[in-house]
């Protein structure tokens, strides 16, 4: 990569510097622990890391962090895994989350938005006196600190007001989104046992309305133990039998009583993709994504009081988590409900008019898709308040980030940013102070020690490498569920590198302190922002009987595009007509999710494996990105190396 300076797309004046909450926060923490004054972002970065300790004491003061019970120090060990962060400390996530209801009662909390794009607003008072209500249910109905709760929900203000009426007692949340298969959502929910389903009959999306009711009643018969299912009737339908009503536990006029719990007490449960069998359930804490989201949320997307933060998501990707973080800067946050692009694809451009959003964030896929479609935000919507544009999901390719200068406004804050499931938070991305060059984050998070590392382990710069994290960050995961001696966890992030996070992202830290990302080193599907494992796939495709075995890659492509082909290897004597075709997708749209249904479906001779028996998805994948036979694989593990010839002359011919 080049280490020359290009100019940058866009600064920041120097009004907005000043403005900005890290720039105070720096200002502030020179005066009281001993931060840089002077050298702006680099400069605190460098300290941040330097002295975590100090830094993440210092973020708990800036954002007045409630402790019920003072913590004894703030890192009680540092190793990865098994940091452990505020010891002693006790506190409540959702007390922080609904702080702004003392000062703000009758602003909103909340905007809600369907497809008629029209904001219905939630105040703080009656946000709070909900999660009060349902809190005191869900007490009613036994739920005790460490119970799962979970959710089958679309991204309405129920699911937010379920997720902090568990948080107040002290419960772990987990939710899917609607559009999730039964299967899918079983593999999820069936690991952590959850007591309680809040479920919906039904969502809306691309203007039909979609029924989930056999869903929901296939999800109750196979969680056995659940004690407990709340009926949600978005589409209007009776409850079933033995299901309580929403409005008759959300009713009352009722104080919340947050569980003071300890720093380290589980929050929720995110999964991952599953590729290579269960999707893990990772398990985050109250305090360490409390701290992780402040700094997130309050320093880098410098939102506040004044703000309203749209991002496009479901219930089934963090980044719905990170929405709801919002509220702990109290900020109002939209929820919108519906399809990324109906009733055309300027859909999402029309909700951050309608709702005055100040920060608004995509997938880099809908601003591809914006820009092919001729969509013209600036002509076509007010968007006179939206100071920023951030895209995650997939890396923005260059031509996104022109596209967003010359169609939205040329005084935009374009933040690319990339994280993971796996901590619920950026690595890298948004900050208000520094630059923007065209196909680069800004720079690495604070308090995040990120590393671009060679198969040795030694770091790199202006080079493609690993991307590692040296040092414990709060919102890493505390455990998964069900891995009793955490080897599951350990295998997942510290094999390659004995007490170094590695990701799984390919990335350049360029010596300018900014960040490209290139993609996956591993074949998770990622399909806007989405991720699903290949295993989720194959067992859905393989239980057709003309399916011998499948395999499934996901290409990103250097305009930004995402290209995901199904290979299959038909039993003998079928045919890959246009029946079978549909089949296929028909399967993996109602088995899983409609938004990983393949771009084609290819007939193969055969699938190729390691000398194991695993199935070779990222050495295919390199091949298919245009790397040669040699960089792409090791010969000698693999079992037919014929095989390989097929795909890699696909490739060629593909261009």
């Not at 996530?93 to 000062?103: I, K, N, V």
């Not at 399967?587 to 393949?598: C, D, G, Y």
């Amino acid at each position: 990569m080049s280490t020359t300076n290009p100019s940058p797309l866009w600064q920041p004046s120097a009004e907005g510097i000043a403005r900005a909450q890290v720039t105070k926060f720096q200002a502030w923490a020179a005066e009281r622990h001993g931060a840089p004054s002077d050298g702006g972002y680099a400069a605190l970065h460098r300290w941040s890391v330097d002295e975590l300790d100090t830094f993440w004491k210092a973020v708990t003061e800036w954002f007045d962090v409630r402790f019920s019970t003072p913590y004894a120090r703030v890192l009680g060990d540092r190793a990865m895994p098994g940091a452990a962060w505020f010891p002693g400390g006790t506190l409540n996530y959702a007390e922080h989350a609904l702080r702004a209801a003392e000062t703000r009662a009758d602003e909103p909390a909340l905007l809600y938005v369907d497809e008629t794009h029209e904001p219905v607003p939630v105040t703080w008072s009656d946000l709070r006196r909900q999660v009060g209500s349902l809190a005191a249910e869900l007490r009613a109905l036994g739920v005790r600190p460490g119970d799962r709760v979970s959710g089958y929900l679309p991204n309405i203000p129920e699911a937010v007001v379920a997720l902090l009426a568990t948080a107040a007692v002290g419960g772990v949340w987990t939710s899917c989104a609607p559009d999730f298969g039964a299967r899918s959502v079983l593999d999820r929910f069936q690991q952590v046992e959850p007591v309680v389903l809040f479920a919906v009959d039904g969502y809306r999306y691309g203007g039909k309305e979609h029924d989930r009711r056999d869903t929901v009643a296939e999800l109750r018969r196979e969680l056995p133990t659940l004690n407990a299912v709340v009926h949600i009737p978005l589409l209007g339908t009776q409850a079933p039998e033995d299901a309580l009503e929403w409005s008759a536990l959300t009713s009352a006029d009722v104080e919340p009583v947050f569980e003071q719990v300890p720093f380290g007490h589980p929050l929720w449960v995110l999964y991952s993709s599953g590729t290579t069998g269960l999707p893990k359930a990772i398990v985050q804490s109250q305090g360490g994504i409390l701290v992780e989201h402040l700094k997130q949320l309050g320093l880098h997307c410098d939102l506040g009081p004044e703000d309203r933060f749209f991002w496009y998501t479901s219930t089934g990707w963090m980044m719905w988590n990170f929405l709801v973080s919002g509220l702990l800067t109290g900020t109002t946050i939209v929820l919108y409900d519906g399809s990324p692009g109906y009733p055309d694809t300027g859909a999402q451009w029309r909700i951050a008019e309608r709702t005055g959003a100040t920060l608004f964030g995509t997938s880099a896929a809908y601003v591809m898709a914006c820009r092919k479609a001729e969509v013209h935000p600036s002509r076509d919507f007010d968007l006179g308040r939206v100071r920023c544009v951030a895209t995650t999901g997939s890396p923005l390719p260059p031509d996104g980030f022109r596209w967003l200068h010359d169609e939205v406004r040329e005084d935009l804050w374009i933040a690319s940013v990339s994280g993971g499931t796996d901590v619920c938070s950026c690595f890298a991305g948004a900050v208000p102070t520094l630059p923007v060059y065209i196909g680069e984050l800004q720079a690495a998070g604070l308090g995040t020690d990120l590393q671009s590392w060679d198969p040795r382990g030694k770091p790199l710069t202006d080079e493609v490498g690993e991307l590692v994290v040296t040092n414990p960050m709060p919102s890493m995961p505390i455990r998964f569920w069900n891995d009793p001696d955490g080897s599951r966890y350990h295998d997942s992030y510290f094999d390659t590198y004995p007490g170094v996070w590695r990701h799984g992202d390919w990335i350049t830290v360029t010596s300018r302190g900014s960040v490209v990302i290139h993609g996956r080193s591993d074949s998770t599907l990622n399909r806007q922002g989405v991720r699903m494992g290949s295993a989720d796939i194959y067992e859905a495709v393989e239980r057709l009987p003309e399916i011998r075995e499948s395999l499934v890659i996901g290409v990103e492509q250097p305009d930004g595009g995402y290209w995901m082909p199904l290979f299959v290897h038909l039993a003998p004597g079928a045919v890959l007509d246009e029946d079978l075709l549909n089949r296929i997708k028909g399967t993996i749209r109602e088995q899983l999710s409609p938004r990983h249904v393949p771009d084609e479906v290819i007939e193969v001779p055969g699938v190729p494996h390691t000398l194991t028996g695993k199935r070779i998805e990222v050495p295919v994948k390199r091949l298919l990105q245009g790397a040669s036979m040699e960089k792409a694989v090791n010969l000698g593990s693999v079992d037919n190396v014929e095989l390989l010839r097929f795909y890699e002359k696909l490739a060629r011919e593909r261009g």
